[in-house]
């Protein structure tokens, strides 16, 4: 009788102190959550007073409430890469009044992201604003454009991109990548709940300290000896961070040091940071054969390109291809439920 009375007794406990777990575990994302809101309404004040990342237009209100949605993809252009855009409109991005439906029954957000150029509001501006005006698919940044620029550009972006719309994820993906919306949103579903979490093909790659080779890195002494390789990051064709980590970025972008790289910035603002990395393969997929093979196999991929050409070799010539042999097919999007 004493046994069961003790058993009895140390089952409610358990219980007690699973209900407790239980509690502090919503109290801590609770508290995550409130802190995450704080930091973008301090963000928000911050770029009123500043300047804001994004450009508006004249007489427009500098801030209303964000738009909730499930994830915004930037897909980073340049005032050459007409056809590369084109070539993404005719495949893998709806456009019209699809991309509208896209954003209310799906909570999808996807824009090429540009800013001006050093002459502002000259012929390469004005040819942006041409092209915009058509396809109303830009989304444009209080950026000077330049290639060695691209880590300002993809903060910028961030901050930009949190300061209009309250995203569970925000993603980052070049002009010359093959994208299958159905298996990122599926991809992204699987890691909703997690906080502070940092999505690609994580990386190492070797510190280049020679000049005049392509991705050069002038600031090689910061990582050690000679030979030494970068700490691991997401390669920067395609990659996602969750919305606390976007807004970290936001926060803090004035003291956050860019080096050469993008893709070895971003990796370098969330060290020293409690971040999950989730290195997802299916974000990195070869080109036909591979991304082919792979699906048939039953692994579509979500993002495909050639490791050799850091993107789609010859992307204008190939996307169509690309697309139609590893392609989840165009209804897709609308028949996953994230």
């Known amino acids: ?72 993809m930037g897909i980073m252009t340049a005032f050459s890469s ?50 915009d005006e058509k396809h109303k698919d830009f989304f444009r940044l209080n950026h000077i454009e330049g290639y060695h620029e ?60 020679h000049q005049g080779v392509k991705y050069h890195e002038p600031e090689y002494w910061k990582f050690g000896e000679e030979g030494n390789k970068y700490f691991r990051h997401a390669t920067g064709q395609i990659y996602a961070i969750s919305k606390d980590l976007a807004t970290y970025i936001s926060v803090h972008r004035h003291i956050l040091h860019r080096y050469a790289n993008e893709d070895v910035s971003l990796g370098s603002w969330f060290i020293g940071l409690d971040v999950q990395h989730i290195d997802e393969r299916s974000l990195c997929c070869g080109t036909p054969p591979d991304c082919e093979w792979k699906a048939q196999a039953g692994n ?14 010859k992307s204008v010539e190939r996307m169509e291809e690309v697309h139609q042999r590893c392609g989840e097919g165009d209804d897709a999007i609308w028949h996953t439920s994230f």
Not at 21 to 35: A, M, N, P, Q
Not at 59 to 71: A, H, I, P, T
């Open 300 to 313: 579509p991929c979500a993002a495909s390109f050639d490791w050799s050409c850091s993107g789609i070799c």
């Open 150 to 209: 691209l880590s300002s550009k993809t903060q910028t972006y961030f901050t930009a991109a949190v300061s209009k719309w309250d995203a569970d994820f925000y993603i980052k993906v070049d002009d010359d990548v093959h994208i299958n919306l159905g298996m990122v949103g599926s991809t992204l579903a699987r890691h909703r709940s997690k906080p502070r979490t940092y999505i690609g093909c994580m990386k190492s790659g070797p510190v280049l300290a």
């Open 82 to 131: 007409r056809k590369r855009r084109e070539s993404i409109r005719e495949t893998w991005m709806p456009g019209g009044n699809e991309l509208k439906k896209l954003e209310t029954e799906k909570g999808i957000i996807m824009r090429f992201v540009i800013g001006h150029s050093a002459s502002s509001g000259g012929v390469l501006d004005r040819a942006i604003d041409a092209e």
């Open 1 to 72: 009788m004493q046994l069961q009375e003790d058993t009895d007794e140390a089952g409610d406990i358990f219980s007690q102190v699973s209900q407790t777990h239980d509690v502090i575990r919503k109290l801590d994302k609770t508290i995550s959550s409130l802190e995450v809101q704080l930091a973008a309404a301090r963000a928000s004040k911050s770029d009123n007073d500043e300047g804001s990342p994004v450009v508006t237009k004249t007489g427009s209100e500098s801030f209303k409430e964000r738009q909730k949605v499930f994830f915004v």
